[in-house]
Every structure is written in structure tokens, then in C-alpha cells.
T-cell receptor, first 114, second 109 residues
Framework: IAGITQAPTSQILAAGRRMTLRCTQD?????MYWYRQDLGLGLRLIHY???????GKGEVPDGYSVSRANTDDFPLTLASAVPSQTSVYFC?????????????FGEGSRLTVL | GQNIDQPTEMTATEGAIVQINCTYQ??????LFWYQQHAGEAPTFLSY??LDGLEEKGRFSSFLSRSKGYSYLLLKELQMKDSASYLC??????????WGAGTKLIIKP
């Protein structure tokens, strides 16, 4: 059972470079999310998608973009990485967008921007 | 503003009981979640409370008091594998999740 797969697991990149974090789910969930997790802070929502073809901004969307061309894939792109984007990124999904159900998380992508 | 408070770190002994508290201040309320996160791993769902009271699930129980803006997670018969961070998250009136910073639980033999 794969659930949610994220890639890469970890990455170091230079400031100013473009980077795409990949996220794929095989549960046919409608809603998908990207969070960042930083030490001492709660998970912060970057972008979300309630269903294929739609996306929305979360709490900290600046510097990030997403797309949802189909149900399974939800990539997160950093157009020009900055050191403050050093973080652990988690992709998550849920059956629907009500947020009253369980969130399923990927294993995370650890990103370091130098 | 919206806020979730939970202790940063707690220590307990193997076989004992520990209670992790969480207080929340949100604009509206539609339920409270607890997740477990082992170091370097993804968070995994533990419980969801929307009504007042205690819900038991094996060694783990979760309590909610909506009038007090308060929840706790109770872990019984602690095992070494329970060493993890426990994340509290409240669902506000817009069905947005507000996350606490997590409580790191250290279990000692």
C-alpha cells in the first residue's frame, strides 16, 4: 500500500534555483495539501486543492506554486528558492475538503536552501 | 488571533500514564485532532473529537471540553515506542486546521 509518495526525500539547492517537490497519491482522495514544518512551529499550510483542477492559497503561499492536473498528482514548485524556505515539506491528502476526516501524510521532503 | 497551546516537551516512565494537554482559541470550532509523529517520519492520525467527553481507543484516550477550549490526550501503559511528538490541531469555523507546535514525549525505562 503506497498511500502518498513524495520525492525527493531530501535536497540541497542553491538560492535562486527552481525546485519542484513531487507528490502522488493512490487513494483517489479529492483533497490534497502541502504543509511546511519548522522547529518550534506548528504545521503551516502552503497551498491546497479541494479537487482536481482547483487550487487555493493557504497560510504561507508566497514563493510557492502548485498545480492539480489530475486526482493523483500535486506538485509544489519553488520558482526561485530562498534560505527561508529551508524546511521539511509534507504533502497530505484527505477524502474530501471538509477537513473533518483523517489526513494522510507523505514521508516528507527535507529541503535545504543555501 | 487563532492559537493552539501545548507543552513543548514531557518526560514519562515506561509503563506509566501521561496526559498531554492542549488549549485552543479559534474563531469557531468544528473539532479537534491529535496526531502522532515519530522523529523523521510523517504525522499519523490518532483521534478526532467534536463532542465533549472522553473517547477511548486502546491505550490512547482523547478528551474534549468545548466550553473550556481544552483537550487532552491520555496515554496508558506507556511503551518505548510511544516516544514521539504529539500534535494537537483544531478545526475553525471555516474548516481550516490550526496546528499546535507539538509536544515531544520522552519515555524513560
Amino acid at each position: 500500500i503506497a498511500g502518498i509518495t513524495q520525492a525527493p526525500t531530501s535536497q540541497i539547492l542553491a538560492a535562486g534555483r527552481r525546485m519542484t517537490l513531487r507528490c502522488t497519491q493512490d487513494m483517489r482522495h479529492n483533497a490534497m495539501y502541502w504543509y511546511r514544518q519548522d522547529l518550534g512551529l506548528g504545521l503551516r499550510l502552503i497551498h491546497y486543492s479541494n479537487t482536481a483542477g482547483t487550487t487555493g492559497k493557504g497560510e504561507v503561499p508566497d514563493g510557492y506554486s502548485v498545480s492539480r492536473a489530475n486526482t493523483d498528482d500535486f506538485p509544489l514548485t519553488l520558482a526561485s528558492a530562498v534560505p527561508s524556505q529551508t524546511s521539511v515539506y509534507f504533502c497530505a491528502s484527505s477524502e474530501d475538503s471538509s477537513n473533518t476526516g483523517e489526513l494522510f501524510f507523505g514521508e516528507g521532503s527535507r529541503l535545504t536552501v543555501l | 488571533g487563532q492559537n493552539i497551546d501545548q507543552p513543548t516537551e514531557m518526560t514519562a516512565t515506561e509503563g506509566a500514564i501521561v496526559q498531554i494537554n492542549c488549549t485552543y482559541q479559534t474563531s469557531g470550532f468544528n473539532g479537534l485532532f491529535w496526531y502522532q509523529q515519530h522523529a523523521g517520519e510523517a504525522p499519523t492520525f490518532l483521534s478526532y473529537n467534536v463532542l465533549d467527553g472522553l473517547e477511548e481507543k486502546g491505550r490512547f484516550s482523547s478528551f474534549l471540553s468545548r466550553s473550556k477550549g481544552y483537550s487532552y490526550l491520555l496515554l496508558k501503559e506507556l511503551q518505548m515506542k510511544d516516544s514521539a511528538s504529539y500534535l494537537c490541531a483544531a478545526l475553525d469555523s471555516n474548516y481550516q486546521l490550526i496546528w499546535g507546535a507539538g509536544t515531544k514525549l520522552i519515555i524513560k525505562p
